[in-house]
């Protein structure tokens, strides 16, 4: 049985710059299975986050294809590409960005609020998520009352919450300390682990690649190495 | 999701501080100018039908076409049975008789030797008929500065400005020359029981109001009047009754080839006041119009202001599955939730401003000292049942256009520049 959840063929994309175009990712050729740990790991601007970006479906290829949980996305319409996400996507993003305003209890109500889910449902969904990342008390605190750490927590139960197949992390342990970095990646591993949930993290962290199963090493939009690694256990 | 962009409104101080401040400022400003302006154009309006035009008036098709010279050789005759046949006919207006002539006062000294003299205005007006109203139509009674109003035959008010020209007292006499209606010399001597200041330059430059049997007296205008007045009994002007009222008299009474038969006008078709009377009815859309302009113009910076600020959250939101399309769905719920509140606090205040002006006016009358239209002298308000909603209009419509505008930027963008906008 096919276990691939996301596959690239030939994909290039190419960015305008004046009157040419400036070349971030080039015939690229990848596949992903279920349940994979992956980072993707090279230099600034070696198309790291370009890739996330297009398997994420917030950007298209110039030429080849992207399939994700068997949707191309060049073909997806915008409400198609968004529903992606909203299903089946998870984002960690390196300064967290949470929404100053909301709870960490909205924070991570929000995605499912766009899934129209009932009230009740919603908290039952939350509160778990909250307990993944061992935040339960912090509910009803503001973002700007975590620690980075914290902050970073919230993020991925966000992330969590909607139980997503794959989840794109794009620098999640830059704004971190080694102990916070530490703990995010062995919570994360746990997850992969426990819920199945695929991560595919843009890194170039060291501590990141300890974890990793996989790790890709990108070099001017091109795939260098691809090595299948022996992570730490938990 | 109402709920999570109404807690997002309330705690984020600069997504709705500056909208609600500029949203409440224009609707406040639209609800107090559209009163004030309104209140202002009603004033001045039944100024003009108490003092002159009625709601319809009456007179001879030759004296219309030379009313400004006061004709009264070309009076209506017999009101003795025109004004019964009005009130029968035409029940849902009070008919009243008025006297219009213009001469001279003249006031004499202890021995009766002419002291002082000049122009006048005068007016004769029905004071003693226990059931007249025309005292305080012309508001009188509160216009008084010294003495009483007439309270037997033989008796005047005059002008204050009048009387301290001609240094004239309460008790004093003046003699009126002037014309009949058959155009001989008249002249009949008064005794001033008051002075009264109307506030407006046209009326307090000279004139004399005296009882309306007195005025027929003096000008031999038994069963004649310079008009009959029409005025709703609703106490507002209607176009619709008035105009029916129109209609159905002259169909009836009045012969385009008999220059002395009775026509009706209504006051739209006098002195200019179908003009007026259009701005007093647009004044409220004019001001809306103005404000929501004004306002869309200012809450589109605010909201392209705050849309830069925010794009972080809309990159966020669009990686958590939002599309675009409900993005700006929720920015356009959020404009509706910020004029609404907007809306309130500026009606609340605007109405509250509005009441002010409506009891107290704003007095211009030392501006108005050389105008000779009949303007009141204090400009006052009027609170309208449209004042309760018309806020909403500019304040819903600018908010709203002022995001749609701002948003607009936002939906234009790629997904990918937008999310690359997130500086991660």
Partial sequence: MNNNIIEIKQLTKQFPVGSSFFTALRDIILTFDKGEFTGLVGPSGSGKTTLLNIIGSLDTPSKGEAIVLGKSISKLTHKEAAQLRNRHIGFIFQTFNLLPVYTVFENIEFALLLQHLSAGQRKKAVMEALEWVGLTDKAKSKPAQLSGGESQRVAIARAMVKRPELVIADEPTANLDSENSHHILKTMKQLNRDLKVSFLFATHDEKVMQYLDRKIILKDGKVVEDNVLEAINL | ?424
């Fill in chain 2, 1 to 424: 999701m109402i709920q999570f962009i109404f807690k997002g409104i309330i705690r984020d101080r600069s997504r709705s501080t500056l909208p609600i401040i500029v949203v409440s400022i224009g609707v406040f400003l639209t609800v107090l100018l559209s009163g004030w302006m309104k209140g202002i154009f009603t004033d001045m309006i039944d100024m003009n039908a108490n003092f002159s035009t009625g709601h319809v008036k009456i007179i001879t098709r030759a004296y219309a076409e030379n009313e400004s010279q006061i004709p009264n050789d070309l009076a209506l005759l017999g009101t003795d049975t025109l004004v019964p046949l009005l009130q029968k006919q035409f029940p849902q207006a009070e008919w009243v008789e008025r006297i219009q002539f213009g001469g001279l006062l003249d006031v004499p000294d202890k021995n009766g030797e002419t002291r002082a003299q000049g122009p006048a205005f005068g007016k004769g007006i029905d004071f003693s008929s226990p059931e007249s109203k025309e005292a305080s139509r012309l508001n009188i009674q509160h216009s008084l500065v010294q003495g009483t109003l007439p309270t037997k035959r033989g008796e005047a008010i005059i002008t204050d400005d009048f009387a301290k020209r001609f240094n004239v007292k309460p008790g004093d006499k003046v003699t009126v020359f002037g014309s009949t209606m058959d155009g001989s010399m008249a002249f009949k001597t008064f005794i001033v029981s008051g002075t009264v200041r109307f506030g407006s330059t046209l009326l307090d430059r000279g004139a004399i109001i005296i009882d309306l049997a007195d005025a027929r007296d003096m000008l031999d205008m038994d069963n004649a009047a310079s008009e009959v007045l029409g005025y709703l009994k609703t106490g507002q002007y209607n176009d619709e009754e008035a105009n029916a009222i129109r209609d159905s008299f002259n169909t009836k009474y009045s012969n385009p080839s008999d220059e002395f038969s009775p026509v009706a006008q209504t006051l739209r078709q006098q002195n200019s006041l179908g003009q007026y009377l259009d701005m007093a009815e647009n004044m409220s859309a004019i001001m809306t119009f103005i404000f929501v302009f004004a306002m869309s113009i200012v809450l589109w910076n605010s909201g392209l202001l705050a849309g830069l600020r925010r794009y972080t959250e809309y990159g966020i939101r669009l990686a958590l599955g939002e599309n675009k399309g409900h993005i700006y769905k929720t920015m356009i719920y959020e404009a509706i939730l910020i004029g609404i509140i907007g809306t309130i606090i500026g009606s609340i205040i605007g109405l509250a401003a509005t009441y002010y002006l409506q009891e107290v006016g704003l007095d211009f009358s030392s501006m108005t000292k050389n105008v000779t239209m009949m303007l009141p002298p204090v400009y006052k308000a009027k609170i309208t049942p449209e004042l309760f909603y018309i806020g909403f209009f500019p304040g819903l419509i600018a908010t709203v256009l002022g995001n749609a505008l701002a948003g607009f930027a936002i939906y234009k963008r790629k997904t990918a520049r937008l999310f690359r906008e997130l500086e991660v």
